[in-house]
């Protein structure tokens, strides 16, 4: 005779059979209806919701289309007709694009392509340095008046660049102490590292915030077991939290590119009317304004400075779109 006894099924098993007659709830209730995420989810990526992403799509692309179009016209066919007449009466030359970029052309860009390059990339770099270390310091160090710091440096966002601009002037020409002036006494800018700081100050408060909140997602027993390990500040951040934060620096970055590259205010004001340091916006701006009738030039010129931030923003928006989501999602 067997004394044998039934055997207990697991806990999951049984949870698992309770699931399955419940419908799949888990919990003995009737499941719950789709989220409004879900829904707005479905919406988003449903037949209509693609049509009107692909309208959109074409609505955006089609003046981008229209310039470039344009800058490969001879000047006659932009005088007399539109971009849209090239699909009936294709003509294509490259002579406007040598006239901006040649160095005996009527208009030579070549030298502010230059400029804007070596505006741009310290221009990208330092804020980016600085902000990490500085959201680093505010998210996972300890100190005196951190909080009253940190909403000082949130504050300033909100400080027009306008109204910064003569005190910041003031600043280069008659700094404070004994430290060298950047422009000279009687200069209004200093050159190049004039125009590298200033977009760095202007950069720092958003870039700041930015990665500070990204930083504090990461969870803090990642950092808790560095230190147990015997891990300082420096080797934490080098070897945990820059791996990490790649995705929202690539991020910011792609912003203060774009936002560097095409500036005129910062680099008009600050550059101090030198055309040696000056950007390709500024040379386009007075091609606009002076030489208006020569569109075959404008265009040719405005899709050259184009070209770049294109470049740069199809190349990497795949980073761009994994820094937005990184702070969405805790792993």
Same mark, same amino acid.
């Not at 070596?118 to 310091?137: F, G, R, S």
């Not at 590119?257 to 000056?278: C, H, K, Y």
């Given at each position: 005779?067997?004394t044998s006894?039934?055997?207990?099924a697991p806990?999951?098993?049984?949870?698992q059979?309770?699931?399955?007659?419940?419908?799949?709830?888990g919990?003995?209730?009737?499941?719950?209806?789709?989220?409004g995420f879900?829904?707005?989810?479905?919406s988003?990526?449903g037949?209509?919701?693609s049509?009107?992403a692909?309208l959109i799509?074409?609505l955006?692309?089609?003046?981008?289309?229209?310039?470039?179009i344009t800058?490969?016209?001879?000047?006659?066919?932009i005088?007399s007709?539109? #971009?849209?007449?090239f699909?009936?009466?294709?003509?294509?030359? +490259?002579?406007?694009y040598r006239?901006?970029?040649?160095?005996?052309?009527?208009?030579?860009?070549s030298?502010?392509?230059v400029n804007?390059?070596?505006?741009?990339?310290p221009?990208?770099?330092?804020p980016?340095?600085?902000a990490?270390?500085?959201?680093y310091?505010?998210?996972w160090m300890?100190f005196?008046?951190k909080?009253?710091l940190?909403?000082a440096?949130?504050?300033?966002?909100?400080?027009?660049?306008?109204?910064t601009?003569?005190?910041?002037q003031?600043f280069y020409?008659?700094?404070?102490?004994?430290?060298?002036p950047?422009g000279?006494?009687?200069a209004?800018?200093?050159?190049?590292y004039?125009? #590298?700081?200033?977009?760095a100050i202007f950069?720092?408060?958003l870039?700041?915030?930015?990665?500070?909140n990204?930083?504090?997602?990461i969870?803090?027993?990642l950092i808790?077991?560095?230190?147990?390990d015997?891990a300082?500040?420096?080797q934490?951040f080098t070897?945990m939290? +820059?791996?990490l934060?790649a995705?929202a620096i690539?991020?910011?970055?792609i912003f203060?590119?774009? #936002?560097? #590259?095409?500036?005129?205010?910062?680099?008009?004001?600050?550059s101090?009317?030198?055309?040696?340091?000056?950007?390709?916006?500024?040379?386009?701006?007075?091609?606009a304004?002076?030489?208006g009738?020569d569109?075959?030039?404008?265009s040719?010129g405005?899709?050259?400075?184009?070209i770049?931030?294109l470049?740069v923003?199809?190349?990497?928006?795949r980073?761009?779109?994994?820094?937005l989501l990184?702070?969405?999602?805790?792993?």
């Amino acid at each position: 005779m067997s004394t044998s006894t039934p055997t207990a099924a697991p806990l999951g098993d049984e949870q698992q059979l309770q699931d399955d007659a419940d419908g799949g709830s888990g919990n003995g209730k009737p499941p719950a209806g789709p989220s409004g995420f879900a829904q707005a989810q479905r919406s988003l990526t449903g037949r209509v919701g693609s049509i009107l992403a692909i309208l959109i799509a074409i609505l955006w692309t089609l003046p981008t289309a229209g310039l470039l179009i344009t800058s490969f016209r001879p000047a006659s066919d932009i005088n007399s007709s539109g #971009w849209w007449t090239f699909f009936t009466d294709p003509n294509v030359t +490259l002579d406007n694009y040598r006239q901006v970029l040649s160095s005996g052309g009527d208009f030579n860009l070549s030298t502010y392509f230059v400029n804007s390059f070596i505006i741009t990339i310290p221009a990208v770099i330092i804020p980016i340095t600085l902000a990490t270390m500085a959201a680093y310091a505010f998210a996972w160090m300890d100190f005196k008046g951190k909080s009253a710091l940190f909403v000082a440096v949130f504050a300033l966002q909100i400080v027009p660049i306008q109204v910064t601009l003569i005190p910041l002037q003031q600043f280069y020409v008659n700094p404070p102490g004994n430290l060298a002036p950047l422009g000279g006494n009687d200069a209004l800018g200093g050159g190049f590292y004039a125009i #590298w700081l200033s977009h760095a100050i202007f950069a720092m408060p958003l870039a700041i915030y930015l990665l500070h909140n990204f930083m504090r997602e990461i969870p803090g027993e990642l950092i808790e077991s560095a230190r147990v390990d015997g891990a300082g500040h420096v080797q934490i951040f080098t070897r945990m939290m +820059l791996p990490l934060m790649a995705p929202a620096i690539a991020a910011f970055g792609i912003f203060q590119f774009l #936002w560097v #590259w095409n500036d005129l205010l910062v680099a008009l004001v600050f550059s101090g009317g030198n055309q040696a340091v000056a950007p390709l916006t500024v040379p386009l701006s007075s091609l606009a304004g002076q030489r208006g009738e020569d569109y075959f030039l404008l265009s040719a010129g405005a899709f050259v400075s184009l070209i770049v931030p294109l470049i740069v923003f199809l190349s990497l928006q795949r980073y761009f779109v994994r820094g937005l989501l990184a702070g969405s999602v805790k792993g």
